[in-house]
């Protein structure tokens, strides 16, 4: 059974940096892309940045792109999201989702149940 | 950018009732569209994929449809725990989420 749990949320203050993990099991990882998603409290689903299998892509929407990182330990089936200069927008659940193939834009088939990250002072 | 709109925002129905989600895309994304459900405290769950195929195990009662711009999500007969946000996706050369439809009890 596929499995995806993430981990590493929590308070920080504005200005700081985090870095989420998401532990995948019942799948061999290096054959499918891995995406994180957020959600803001009462708001609606928010892409946010994509890796392909092997980690040798990698893909960021505006949002964070030049102040976050995602990159995959497929020998530890870990995928992980480094987020810098965090600002109060940024307070959402982040979830990560495994796209339905090896192709790095597919559908999120599975999703973790989330893990929350608050920034504030 | 392709901007993905759905509609409307909520949607207020009776259990046994048909509902109808309504989901528009700025440009075309062919049948790469997505539907997914999303409970209270929980991870969206996928439904729907290439518009109109239902994922595994997915109840009969869920159906998409349309191509290009414009889509559709129909429950046939709603039943009590069809009651959640739905969200329609873009997907193959991006990713784009809709604002989400709130289908709640009338």
Same mark, same amino acid.
């Given at each position: 059974?596929? #499995?995806?749990?993430?981990?590493?949320?929590?308070?920080?203050? @504005?200005?700081?940096?985090?870095?989420? !993990? /998401?532990?995948?099991?019942?799948? *061999?990882?290096?054959? +499918?892309?891995?995406?994180?998603?957020?959600?803001? @409290?009462?708001?609606?689903?928010?892409?946010?940045?994509?890796?392909?299998? *092997?980690?040798?892509?990698?893909? #960021?929407?505006?949002?964070?792109?030049?102040?976050?990182?995602?990159?995959?330990? &497929?020998?530890? &089936?870990?995928? #992980?999201?480094?987020?810098?200069?965090?600002?109060?927008?940024? *307070?959402?659940? +982040?979830? /990560?989702?495994?796209? !339905?193939?090896? +192709?790095?834009?597919?559908?999120?088939? +599975?999703?973790?149940?989330?893990?929350?990250?608050?920034?504030?002072? | 950018?392709?901007?993905? =709109?759905?509609?409307?925002?909520?949607?207020?129905?009776?259990?046994?009732?048909?509902?109808?989600?309504?989901?528009?895309?700025?440009?075309?994304? $062919?049948?790469?569209?997505?539907?997914?459900?999303?409970?209270?405290?929980?991870?969206?769950?996928?439904?729907?994929?290439?518009?109109?195929?239902?994922?595994?195990?997915?109840?009969?009662?869920?159906?998409?449809?349309?191509?290009?711009?414009?889509? =559709? %999500?129909?429950?046939?007969?709603?039943?009590?725990?069809?009651?959640?946000?739905?969200?329609?996706?873009?997907?193959?050369?991006?990713?784009?989420?809709?604002? $989400? =439809?709130? %289908?709640?009890?009338?």
């Amino acid at each position: 059974e596929v #499995y995806l749990l993430e981990s590493g949320g929590g308070l920080v203050q @504005p200005g700081g940096s985090l870095r989420l !993990s /998401c532990a995948a099991s019942g799948f *061999t990882s290096s054959n +499918y892309a891995m995406s994180w998603v957020r959600q803001a @409290p009462g708001k609606g689903l928010e892409w946010l940045s994509t890796i392909s299998g *092997t980690g040798g892509s990698t893909y #960021y929407a505006d949002s964070v792109r030049g102040r976050s990182t995602i990159s995959r330990d &497929n020998s530890k &089936n870990t995928l #992980y999201l480094q987020i810098n200069s965090l600002r109060a927008g940024d *307070t959402a659940v +982040y979830f /990560c989702a495994r796209a !339905s193939s090896t +192709y790095w834009f597919d559908l999120f088939d +599975y999703w973790g149940q989330g893990t929350l990250v608050t920034v504030s002072s | 950018e392709i901007v993905m =709109t759905q509609s409307p925002a909520t949607l207020s129905m009776s259990p046994g009732e048909r509902a109808t989600l309504s989901c528009r895309a700025s440009q075309s994304v $062919g049948s790469n569209l997505a539907w997914y459900q999303q409970k209270p405290g929980q991870a969206p769950r996928l439904l729907i994929h290439g518009a109109s195929t239902r994922a595994t195990g997915i109840p009969a009662r869920f159906s998409g449809s349309g191509s290009g711009t414009e889509f =559709t %999500l129909i429950i046939s007969s709603l039943q009590s725990e069809d009651f959640a946000v739905y969200y329609c996706q873009r997907y193959h050369n991006w990713y784009t989420f809709g604002q $989400g =439809t709130k %289908l709640e009890i009338k």
